[in-house]
């Protein structure tokens, strides 16, 4: 997809060309993908805008991929199999934020203590966690 108010690119097959209508270019994007029914997106990006991407948890599942992280939101009970030793970054801020399979190493740094599954329970609607990937 191109994001923009000014190109005039000869557009390839399967390329759609979205105005910005001065949104964001994630939140212009993301309109697109949630009106057209998608169900999911990938976003490979530089910096992460996790502030526009809260509105859309209900909407359309989104996963970024930012450097050397895979960044996505997550509902209360959340649960998922990690080897030990894995690293899992918290990015959005929960004072009710509880845990097993995980230890804490940093704050909002947590590994993983065996090989096995971790689990989040909190009270926000979503939070963010990052993942490495190798």
């Not at 976003?43 to 599942?61: C, F, M, W």
């Not at 230890?103 to 966690?129: C, K, M, Q, W």
Request: charged residues 20%; contains cysteine; negative net charge.
């Amino acid at each position: 997809m191109i994001a923009d108010d000014h190109s005039q690119a000869d557009n390839q097959s399967n390329i759609k060309q979205i105005r910005l209508n001065g949104q964001s270019t994630t939140n212009a994007v993301l309109n697109h993908l949630v009106e057209a029914g998608y169900p999911a997106v990938n976003i490979i990006a530089d910096e992460l805008d996790i502030a526009a991407t809260e509105q859309y948890g209900n909407s359309i599942n989104i996963v970024w991929f930012c450097h050397d992280e895979k960044v996505f939101p997550i509902r209360s009970g959340f649960k998922k199999w990690k080897p030990k030793g894995e690293q899992i970054r918290v990015l959005s801020d929960t004072s009710t934020l509880e845990f097993e399979g995980l230890e804490r190493v940093a704050p909002n740094i947590y590994s993983t203590t065996a090989d096995g599954f971790y689990s989040f329970t909190f009270h926000e609607p979503l939070l963010f966690i990052a993942e490495q990937i190798i």
